[in-house]
């Protein structure tokens, strides 16, 4: 037995070796030891052990990426290979059509291998390698439509390189042939598996760069060698001619490029228009919401008025749908009606929603989500009332009120972040200050449960739920609220408190970083901790002695034994006396 295993050790030993110098001819000498190609592929076969088959299709794909022309092979015509050609043409030939012959049994061979899970991820690596290094070359659809699927694969190691990789190939795709190639295979890709897939698919189309037609580096075919041969005499008109031939040809590269820019952006808007109509409960509608925003330049007047109307039904919809995503589809609205200045487009009923969402955050439970959650809220805060120039002044009172109740149940970094933004209200709308100051408070009562809140009277209340901040457990969030307290009121504050203060607490008020930087800062650690720690309490010197006078006098009551005092003695004497 121990002699067989030492004859396989040989043998594999040998298989190696003879790889490595069948590999190491083809690359010496392609067009005369191309043939040899075979014999590296065949070591490939499952008979053979699966460790050789990992290193005979690394060491192909390799050799055939260092061997591949920098151009496409074209197929010849019937005439053409009838047609009596020089010898040094033949060999040209006969070298390119073996190429292709076994570039093609290596794709087959890497496309069948992704079913044996032993060996898919080294086949995956291989096509993902030629699919960016061989991009100009034959069958590059081929291996893009093979490619493509594996995002979704059940690995996360394959699908993980896959989105790197078809990423890498879309940031260097000046063309725009490999993005649209890309762009529609996972349209059909996410059509045909009904929009159940991994969540972070549609993200490839958040990389694409549709503005970079006039940008693009020239194409190779371009760039017109000029021959040293010629008389200086006819420079002249050569380069005229050059400069021709250079315009037309960037002309038709635009104009291609312009042709492909537009089906993609067809495809991609296609996709997220039936995801968000037919498929809102899945997991792909924040890529998709994300998108929106992401491409609001480039939509259309005419799909505007639809696309706004598909995100308002959406948002009213029942509470069954995930309040992160109604918060996405609000930020989405604002980002597309921001790139229609010709299109007069009224978004209250979008802050009606939001007011109504901003309500039932409080019954929402603390989980995984809750940090994306908190986030989006601060950065819808920031979309909707931080960026418009001018806001009726009733909507941004009705908003400061609901976000003061809300700070009675929300947790400190988002406390922080909506203390700061109702600071930076009073500053834009000082009108509003009448709602901590209390003394111009207006008539009538607070209507909580309007869903308006031009409509809620909220001049007619005050911010009495921000008080109890003042006395939070988070130092900076009690500094904070007294500050606010103090600068947005006539009432000064005693001369001691002003030194107590802490400074970091004026910074955030006066600072410019956006709320979700802040938030980001302040949030909560994954064990619970907050992130900067609160000062340590210091205890009372007496405390620790009245405690450690606590614990002596346990220990000796704990201690004490009736039987061994005379009183429990004679008790005891007694009793049995009785018993006698």
């Known amino acids: 037995m121990v002699k067989k295993e030492k004859e396989d050790v040989g043998t594999d030993a040998e298989e190696k070796n003879h790889l490595a110098a069948l590999c190491a001819l083809v690359m010496q000498d392609p067009e005369k030891n191309g043939k040899l190609m075979k014999q590296i592929l065949e070591k490939t076969n499952e008979e053979k052990p699966i460790l050789l088959r990992k290193l005979a299709l690394i060491s192909g794909g390799a050799v055939l ?15 053409e290979k009838e047609t009596i050609v020089t010898k040094e043409v033949k060999q040209l030939r006969d070298y390119e059509q073996s190429l292709l012959k076994y570039y093609k049994t290596f794709l087959k061979i890497a496309e069948q291998g ?40 059940s690995s996360n190691q394959i699908s993980t390189l896959v989105y ?20 529609r295979s996972i349209t059909d890709l996410v059509k045909r598996r009904g929009y159940r897939t991994r969540e972070n698919i549609l993200d490839i189309f958040l990389e694409l760069n549709l503005n970079q037609v006039l940008n693009a580096p020239e194409p190779l075919e371009k760039q017109v060698k000029k021959s040293s041969e010629k008389k200086v005499t006819k420079r002249s008109e050569e380069k ?43 997991i792909l509608l924040p890529s998709v919401l994300h998108g929106f925003s992401r491409f609001a330049h480039l939509i259309s007047i005419e799909v505007v008025q639809d696309l706004l109307q598909v995100l ?3 948002i009213a919809s029942d509470s069954t749908k995930s309040i992160e995503n109604k918060l996405e ?53 920031s979309k909707l009332f931080l960026e418009p120039k001018k806001l009726p002044i009733e909507r941004v009172a009705g908003f400061i009120k609901r976000l003061s109740i809300l700070t009675l149940g929300t947790n400190s970094e ?57 006395n939070s457990f988070h130092p900076l969030i ?54 900067p720690f609160p000062k340590k309490i210091q205890r009372h010197p007496l405390e620790e002695k009245v405690k450690n006078d606590r614990k002596r006098k346990f220990y000796l009551i704990s201690k004490y034994n009736p039987n061994e005092s005379e009183f429990g003695k004679q008790l005891e004497s007694k009793n049995k006396n009785r018993i006698n």
């Open 65 to 79: 990426k260092d061997i591949i022309p920098g151009y496409f092979i074209r197929e010849l015509t019937q005439i």
């Open 114 to 153: 992704l079913k044996d899970s032993s060996f898919a991820f080294i086949c995956a690596k291989s096509l993902c390698d030629l699919l960016i290094s061989a991009r100009h070359f034959n069958f590059h659809a081929n291996i893009v439509a093979v490619v493509v699927p594996l995002l979704d694969s």
């Open 164 to 183: 790197s990789s078809l990423v890498e190939l879309i940031k260097e795709d000046f063309t725009a042939e490999s993005s649209l190639l890309i762009v």
């Open 240 to 282: 005229n001619i050059e400069k021709q031939l250079e315009e037309a040809e960037t002309a038709i590269s635009q104009r291609d490029m312009k042709k492909r820019q537009s089906e993609i952006l067809k495809y991609v808007f296609v996709t997220y228009f039936r995801i968000i109509k037919k498929a809102q409960e899945s």
């Open 312 to 314: 308002k039904t959406f």
């Open 329 to 381: 589809a609000t930020l989405t609205a604002f980002e597309v009606a921001k790139h229609q200045e010709t299109l007069n487009v009224d978004l209250k009923e979008f802050y009606n929603h939001f007011y109504s969402l901003l309500n039932d955050i409080h019954f929402l439970p603390s989980d995984p989500k809750s940090q994306r959650r908190e986030t989006l809220i601060l950065r819808t805060l």
């Open 414 to 470: 988002l406390t922080i972040g909506i203390l700061l933004f109702i600071h930076r209200m009073f500053k834009k709308y000082p009108k509003t200050t009448q709602l901590i100051d209390g003394e111009n408070a207006g008539s009538g009562v607070f209507l909580y449960e309007s869903e308006d809140p031009e409509h809620s009277n909220s001049f007619s209340a005050t911010l009495a739920e921000i008080i109890p901040s003042t």
């Open 478 to 531: 009690s500094a904070i609220t007294k500050q606010l307290i103090q600068i947005h009121t006539s009432n000064e504050l005693p001369n001691n408190f002003q030194q107590k203060i802490d400074q970091k607490a004026r910074d955030l008020l006066n600072s410019q970083f956006s709320l979700e930087k802040i938030f980001g800062y302040y949030k909560m650690t994954s064990f619970g901790n907050i992130q």
